[in-house]
């Protein structure tokens, strides 16, 4: 730690930034998965109905990642992420306007907006990441922000349970008030947010507040790249972008907990919505904690001296063994032991997440990290809308049996890709600004 203060600490600073824009992210993506069993009654949808309106969202979210991605290492870190928290605000703020006469149109209009916007966030971040941290600590930052997802879907609940209710006694004869305000909360945030990253965002080079030594800090075991542009043609058919991309399949569990656990706790377990607040607490807390650890678990075996290979894959099978009791949740009659095992399961799926994203920056060069990502995440939203496809279909038919199957997928996915992810990348050989693997000396 003594060398860290010695060096210098401005890129905490700009690692702050992305949590809280991180924490903006996911706030207001969580909000309708929160509210879903009410609105679900409120507007009148069915359980495909819902499903569909979560779609919209994951498509657009998926064609948002492919876009922002090759957007954001265009016109560089610091326009990208505006144009995409900018888009995001608006899209969900949008969602306060939908009225009950065209609230299925509407909310997917919303959700369509809100899905393209928020598709930057991740790309930005981990490009943000990429120049501002060395590849020893760069899990461990993407680990941080990457928590801040926790923060923002453990605020939903909290915020929701404060301000919306039903009226008139039993649900669908009273009337769900104030609904509309959480989704106007964003647009605050988000305009503080811009305002903080134009006044401190610059590149490490650039900026007067980095000394010279934090700069060689950042910059001591990485190489000077140019500023010409890589094609996405070029990325696109490299066996690391698709091991990376399989690694995102998993993205799917996530969306799952996201947007059908409050289904899932109310149907089972009867949990209303002002009830929903502690569960999910619970759950993502330690979330964060598994998201935080597992970054700091592979920078840890780095640090002993061990290859960036051999301590990702050990880091991420340890993830996958950690997830399994998720497949046993559907069986359990207690509330508190689907809660812990559903939060085991989060918790894996953090930290996994935490070092996937720094696979992309430990072998591809920093200006197509964006690019990767993009396309990474565009397979895992995928991976999400053909999900919730499923799900949606049998849960209207069979709710148990639905949750059945979704929770043992969730359980036994990680080991199965992690096989497929050391297949098709055995060595994690870093590339040089062309694409060109680097020889070892």
Known sequence: MSKTKKVGTFRYRILSLLMFATTINYFDRSLMGIMSPDLIEWFGWTKKDYSYIVMIFQAFYAVGLISMGSIIDRLGTKKGYILSIGTWSIFGMLHAVVGRGFSFIGFAIARAGLGFGEAGNFPAAIKTTAEWFPKKDRAFATGLFNAATSLGAIAAPFVIGGLVYWTGGEKGLGELKNWQIPFLITGALSAIWVILWVRTYKKPKDHPKVSKEELAYINSDSTEESTTQLPWSKVFPKRQTWAFSLA????????FYLF??????????????????????????????????????????????????KSRKLTLLICAIIILPVCFVAFTESKWVAIILISLG??????????IFTLVSDVFPKKATASVVGIGGMVGALAGLVSNLILGSVLDEA???????????????????????????????PMDENLNLIKEE
């Open 346 to 355: 989060a918790a894996g799926h953090q930290a996994w997440s935490a070092n």
């Open 248 to 255: 995102k399949i998993t993205d799917a569990v996530w969306w």
């Open 260 to 309: 059908w656990g409050a289904i899932f706790l109310s149907e089972n377990f009867g949990v209303k919505i002002k009830e929903m607040g502690l569960p999910f607490l619970v759950i993502y807390l330690i979330a964060d904690g598994g998201s935080i650890f597992g970054g700091w678990l592979s920078g840890s075996f780095m640090r002993r001296g061990w290859s960036v290979n």
């Open 399 to 429: 709710s148990k049996t639905g949750f059945f199957w979704a929770f043992l997928v969730a359980g036994s996915l990680y080991i199965i890709i992690l096989g497929l992810v050391h297949v098709l990348m055995p060595k994690m050989t």
